[in-house]
């Protein structure tokens, strides 16, 4: 699961979706005509190819029986491919073959034979198109990219499909299967340009609209899936189309529609190789062992070497999460097809996911042994070149690993969190994870995005989790004030909980809304950001019903909207039902149900009886703020005095009294400005950002001189932002001449936190909690402190030292007392230092 701001998916899908779609596609690609009635470069418009490319593939048959020439021929053997009858497809292209060996019925019986399995016949029939093909046109060449393709030989199937491109630039068909090369590397901006060029020239071209639709499945999947049912209507009987919205309605849960689906693909073709597989994976995804087995018996049959069966299963477990039967699967897809380039990948990917990390590297340099043009597979080794670099702390089953320019900062903050998190969920949930629990911290943003879905970008995510591994980014991945690591880090904790007392079957609402839960649970200015903008869309009536959260998650702009509001579903089921049924409902999610059976069977009412209730108790808790936040009439150009006039006829708008405040400042009336700005607080004290009332008091209150309504002020701003750095450090200034060295430090820890590598406030925190006697907490400050590379370090490593005494560490303490006076062999405070240590030595104790 993915912390708050989560965007996209792991890349799984693109390239199972390719997979799929890969031999479906060169049906098409050589047959198309523009339904504009232009004739596309390299093809003429026939009755038999319009039939072709509308679905009707037995009208094909009847239009071509009598026709003898390579062209029909094809056409008709693609049309019997279609329709999954094969062995005819076969016999029609043998025929071609035996006097053009080179041609398209070359290409398209090769690449049957290697989907069928018959991997020696199809790669010599590909390698003669390749080595005595024609290249004297673009129809030819793209005919060869297609054929290194199919034998894997992706920079000669590159450099084939750019020279077609440079001498057909805006031939749909040679710019999709271009596009298609560069989407199954995961070049993406290659790929959509190709496809665009495609789109430009011929907008009614399937495969370049199909192609777009994969492309942009993750950054909007509600267009694509229009896109998509856009090219059904056109084509109800386009296999590739009904499989891709199988698998988007899979990844939403939805098996029933995912099974139609898939039906609809199979009474086209009934031995698709690809629709079959989906159906077994869903037949393993419900733990339906005997029907898996027998799905894969029967797809065996058409192709015993066909590894995807179960590749294709494991990797749709992996996406609900269920890594390590997906290494399981995956690994029976390699003893099946050792060469499965894409099982090597994908085994990989799923070992990074379940924390084996050293086998995830074999199996990766074995998928780029065999393809050193796929990106992810790239990246991920990169990753674990950098990951080999980092140390690893270990506190019982809890292992983490930290980059080593981070590791003397952030050691005694990650893991001293990370172990209070566990233990106090295990206690809350009355769970113990199994371990051992990986926690990998990354001080570069696009290093936690490759380890987590393969790719860099991934911008909106902070942090993820798998069950046992835990990814997020460190502080110095962002600007300090960006986010709170500790509640990230916090948040996944959670995550490790909710998924293994589920055995990893929860959905992502579910998940996402105890984590947040927990968040808010765990500190009162965590997990709250979202308060303002819910109220809004509670009024505006666009907050999904609890049946349709985890499909909205399609939605990426929805995404904090969905993670606050699931987290209000959990808080209502928890205070209606109590926190035993919400572990029932994790270990009924365990057993296979999925949420309505899972509802009934830990609350005893359905999801419309809760929603019932959610309701009533969102209109309750939210009803003041809903009207703070309505917006009544206002003149436009309002002067101060009608300001004041709607204020007062609207007291409860926060709205109006904010506008109020911003022109009394205008005008000059700070005193007055402040008094509506500490109003529209009390109306709205979940207020943050640039809507928080108190942050602009402090603003106020310094431009006035009053240094202790500023300090008020900023107090209360710290207490709703979550990670407002500039705030606490502001706070800090303004507290310390004050001498009141509690405020001080209390300011300071704030700073300490959000920032760990700010070596003054460290200090300060480290400083109070010496005085404190609170040795542990000392330790852990100055340590960080010292590690942050402050430009006192003699002085440092003497405060370090005075904690190590304080706890009776005589030998650390000696050693950072020495290193002190190393730097500054007169330092007085130092030499004192080592005196203490001495007379505090046992007597006969040997000096370290």
Same mark, same amino acid.
């Given at each position: 699961?993915?912390?708050?701001?989560?965007?996209?998916?792991?890349?799984?899908?693109?390239?199972?979706?390719?997979?799929?779609?890969?031999?479906?596609?060169?049906?098409?690609?050589?047959?198309?005509?523009?339904?504009?009635?232009?004739?596309?470069?390299?093809?003429?418009?026939?009755?038999?190819?319009?039939?072709?490319?509308?679905?009707?593939?037995? !009208?094909?048959? /009847?239009?071509?029986?009598?026709?003898?020439?390579?062209?029909?021929?094809?056409?008709?053997?693609?049309? $019997?491919?279609?329709?999954?009858?094969?062995?005819?497809?076969?016999?029609?292209?043998?025929?071609?073959?035996?006097?053009?060996?080179?041609?398209?019925?070359?290409?398209?019986?090769?690449?049957?034979?290697?989907?069928?399995?018959?991997?020696?016949?199809?790669?010599?029939?590909?390698?003669?198109?390749?080595?005595?093909?024609?290249? /004297?046109?673009?129809?030819?060449?793209?005919?060869?990219?297609?054929?290194?393709?199919?034998?894997?030989?992706?920079?000669?199937?590159?450099?084939?499909?750019?020279?077609?491109?440079?001498?057909?630039?805006?031939?749909? &068909?040679?710019?999709?299967?271009?596009?298609?090369?560069?989407?199954?590397?995961?070049?993406?901006?290659?790929?959509?340009?190709?496809?665009?060029?495609?789109? @430009?020239?011929?907008?009614?071209?399937?495969?370049?609209?199909?192609?777009?639709?994969?492309?942009?499945?993750?950054?909007?999947?509600?267009?694509?899936?229009?896109?998509?049912?856009?090219?059904?209507?056109?084509?109800?009987? $386009?296999?590739?189309?009904?499989?891709?919205?199988?698998?988007?309605?899979?990844?939403?849960?939805?098996?029933?529609?995912?099974?139609?689906?898939?039906?609809?693909?199979?009474?086209?073709?009934?031995?698709?190789?690809?629709?079959?597989?989906?159906?077994?994976?869903?037949?393993?995804?419900?733990?339906?062992?005997?029907?898996?087995?027998?799905?894969?018996?029967?797809?065996?049959?058409?192709?015993?070497?066909?590894?995807?069966?179960?590749?294709?299963?494991?990797?749709?477990?992996?996406?609900?999460?269920?890594?390590?039967?997906?290494?399981?699967?995956?690994?029976?897809?390699?003893?099946?097809?050792?060469?499965n380039i894409q099982a090597s990948a994908d085994l990989g990917s799923h070992l990074l996911r379940v924390g084996d990390e050293p086998g995830a590297r074999r199996a990766l340099e074995t998928a780029f042994k065999a393809d050193p043009y796929d990106v992810v597979t790239f990246n991920q080794l990169a990753m674990l070149d950098t990951v080999d670099k980092f140390q690893t702390f270990r506190d019982g089953d809890l292992v983490v690993r930290l980059h080593p320019d981070e590791a003397g900062v952030m050691r005694d903050q990650?893991?001293?969190?990370?172990?209070?998190?566990?233990?106090?969920?295990?206690?809350?949930?009355?769970?113990?994870?199994?371990?051992?629990?990986?926690?990998?911290?990354?001080?570069?943003?696009?290093?936690?995005?490759?380890?987590?879905?393969?790719?860099?970008?991934?911008?909106?995510?902070?942090?993820?989790?798998?069950?046992?591994?835990?990814?997020?980014?460190?502080?110095?991945?962002?600007?300090?004030?960006?986010?709170?690591?500790?509640?990230?880090?916090?948040?996944?904790?959670?995550?490790?909980?909710?998924?293994?007392?589920?055995?990893?079957?929860?959905?992502?609402?579910?998940?996402?809304?105890i984590s947040q839960f927990e968040e808010r649970r765990a500190r009162p200015e965590w997990g709250r950001e979202t308060e303002i903008p819910f109220a809004r869309a509670l009024e505006d009536g666009k907050v999904p019903k609890i049946r349709d959260i985890n499909e909205s998650f399609n939605d990426p702009e929805l995404w904090s909207l969905l993670y606050h509001e699931s987290s209000l579903v959990i808080e209502h089921l928890v205070a209606t039902y109590g926190e035993p049924a919400l572990w029932r409902l994790l270990r009924?999610?365990?057993?296979?149900?999925?949420?309505?059976?899972?509802?009934?069977?830990?609350?005893?009412?359905?999801?419309?009886?809760?929603?019932?209730?959610?309701?009533?108790?969102?209109?309750?808790?939210?009803?003041?703020?809903?009207?703070?936040? @309505?917006?009544?009439?206002?003149?436009?150009?309002?002067?101060?005095?009608?300001?004041?006039?709607?204020?007062?006829?609207?007291?409860?708008?926060?709205?109006?009294?904010?506008?109020?405040?911003?022109?009394?400042?205008?005008?000059?009336?700070?005193?007055?400005?402040?008094?509506?700005?500490?109003?529209?607080?009390?109306?709205?004290?979940?207020?943050?950002?640039?809507?928080?009332?108190?942050?602009?008091?402090?603003?106020?209150?310094?431009?006035?001189?009053?240094?202790?309504?500023?300090?008020?002020?900023?107090?209360?701003?710290?207490?709703?932002?979550?990670?407002?750095?500039?705030? &606490?450090? @502001?706070? !800090?200034?303004?507290?310390?001449?004050?001498?009141?060295?509690?405020?001080?430090?209390?300011?300071?820890?704030?700073?300490?936190?959000?920032?760990?590598?700010?070596?003054?406030?460290?200090?300060?925190?480290?400083?109070?909690?010496?005085?404190?006697?609170?040795?542990?907490?000392?330790?852990?400050?100055?340590?960080?402190?010292?590690?942050?590379?402050?430009?006192?370090? &003699?002085?440092? $490593?003497?405060?370090?030292?005075?904690?190590?005494?304080?706890?009776?560490?005589?030998?650390?303490?000696?050693?950072?007392?020495?290193?002190?006076?190393?730097?500054?062999?007169?330092?007085?405070?130092?030499?004192?230092?080592?005196?203490?240590?001495?007379?505090?030595?046992?007597? /006969?104790?040997?000096?370290?």
């Amino acid at each position: 699961m993915i912390a708050a701001g989560e965007q996209g998916r792991p890349p799984d899908r693109v390239v199972t979706a390719q997979r799929l779609l890969a031999v479906c596609v060169a049906l098409v690609i050589a047959v198309t005509t523009s339904s504009s009635g232009q004739t596309p470069a390299l093809n003429t418009p026939t009755d038999a190819t319009r039939a072709f490319n509308s679905g009707q593939f037995d !009208a094909v048959e /009847g239009l071509l029986r009598s026709a003898t020439d390579e062209r029909s021929l094809v056409l008709r053997a693609r049309a $019997h491919i279609a329709r999954g009858r094969y062995a005819e497809a076969e016999k029609l292209l043998q025929g071609v073959v035996a006097s053009a060996p080179a041609g398209d019925a070359a290409l398209e019986l090769g690449q049957l034979q290697l989907y069928l399995g018959r991997r020696q016949e199809g790669t010599r029939l590909l390698q003669t198109v390749l080595t005595r093909g024609a290249q /004297g046109s673009p129809l030819d060449l793209m005919r060869l990219g297609l054929a290194a393709r199919a034998l894997g030989r992706f920079q000669d199937a590159n450099g084939f499909l750019r020279t077609a491109s440079s001498l057909a630039p805006s031939d749909p &068909a040679i710019n999709t299967a271009w596009g298609e090369l560069f989407l199954e590397k995961y070049n993406r901006a290659d790929a959509v340009r190709s496809f665009q060029v495609a789109l @430009k020239s011929d907008a009614t071209y399937v495969p370049a609209q199909l192609a777009m639709a994969r492309v942009t499945i993750d950054q909007d999947p509600p267009a694509a899936k229009s896109a998509i049912e856009a090219i059904l209507k056109a084509n109800p009987n $386009h296999v590739p189309a009904h499989l891709l919205i199988a698998e988007l309605a899979l990844d939403n849960r939805q098996r029933d529609d995912a099974r139609a689906s898939i039906a609809a693909a199979l009474e086209v073709n009934p031995n698709s190789l690809e629709a079959r597989s989906l159906s077994a994976a869903i037949a393993f995804l419900e733990g339906r062992t005997n029907d898996f087995a027998a799905a894969v018996a029967g797809i065996l049959a058409v192709n015993p070497a066909y590894a995807d069966a179960y590749r294709i299963a494991g990797d749709h477990v992996a996406r609900n999460y269920r890594f390590e039967e997906a290494v399981e699967l995956t690994r029976r897809a390699l003893q099946l097809d050792p060469a499965n380039i894409q099982a090597s990948a994908d085994l990989g990917s799923h070992l990074l996911r379940v924390g084996d990390e050293p086998g995830a590297r074999r199996a990766l340099e074995t998928a780029f042994k065999a393809d050193p043009y796929d990106v992810v597979t790239f990246n991920q080794l990169a990753m674990l070149d950098t990951v080999d670099k980092f140390q690893t702390f270990r506190d019982g089953d809890l292992v983490v690993r930290l980059h080593p320019d981070e590791a003397g900062v952030m050691r005694d903050q990650v893991v001293p969190l990370a172990r209070r998190a566990l233990d106090t969920l295990s206690e809350k949930y009355q769970f113990k994870p199994t371990g051992p629990i990986l926690v990998e911290m990354f001080p570069k943003h696009d290093d936690f995005a490759v380890r987590t879905i393969g790719l860099p970008g991934f911008v909106g995510a902070l942090g993820a989790c798998f069950g046992k591994v835990v990814t997020l980014d460190s502080p110095r991945a962002r600007p300090p004030g960006t986010f709170s690591w500790t509640a990230t880090l916090w948040h996944e904790m959670a995550h490790v909980i909710s998924l293994q007392m589920s055995n990893n079957r929860v959905p992502r609402w579910v998940s996402e809304g105890i984590s947040q839960f927990e968040e808010r649970r765990a500190r009162p200015e965590w997990g709250r950001e979202t308060e303002i903008p819910f109220a809004r869309a509670l009024e505006d009536g666009k907050v999904p019903k609890i049946r349709d959260i985890n499909e909205s998650f399609n939605d990426p702009e929805l995404w904090s909207l969905l993670y606050h509001e699931s987290s209000l579903v959990i808080e209502h089921l928890v205070a209606t039902y109590g926190e035993p049924a919400l572990w029932r409902l994790l270990r009924e999610y365990g057993k296979g149900l999925e949420t309505e059976e899972a509802f009934k069977a830990a609350f005893n009412a359905t999801i419309d009886e809760i929603q019932v209730s959610f309701d009533e108790r969102l209109n309750r808790d939210y009803a003041s703020l809903r009207t703070a936040l @309505k917006t009544p009439e206002i003149p436009e150009g309002a002067t101060v005095d009608q300001l004041k006039a709607v204020a007062t006829s609207n007291p409860d708008s926060f709205v109006v009294l904010m506008r109020l405040a911003q022109a009394l400042n205008e005008a000059g009336d700070v005193t007055e400005a402040i008094a509506a700005l500490e109003r529209a607080g009390r109306l709205v004290p979940a207020a943050n950002g640039e809507a928080n009332p108190n942050a602009a008091i402090a603003q106020l209150a310094l431009k006035q001189g009053d240094t202790a309504r500023a300090i008020r002020a900023l107090e209360a701003v710290i207490k709703v932002e979550s990670a407002d750095v500039e705030a &606490a450090r @502001k706070l !800090a200034t303004l507290v310390a001449p004050l001498g009141d060295e509690a405020r001080t430090a209390a300011a300071y820890a704030v700073v300490a936190e959000l920032d760990p590598f700010d070596g003054q406030a460290q200090a300060v925190v480290g400083r109070r909690a010496l005085a404190q006697r609170d040795a542990p907490r000392a330790q852990r400050a100055l340590s960080a402190a010292l590690a942050s590379g402050p430009a006192d370090k &003699a002085t440092a $490593h003497a405060d370090l030292a005075e904690a190590h005494l304080l706890a009776g560490q005589l030998g650390d303490a000696r050693r950072e007392t020495l290193a002190a006076l190393e730097i500054a062999p007169s330092f007085e405070r130092a030499q004192d230092l080592l005196l203490k240590i001495i007379e505090a030595q046992p007597a /006969g104790a040997i000096a370290p």
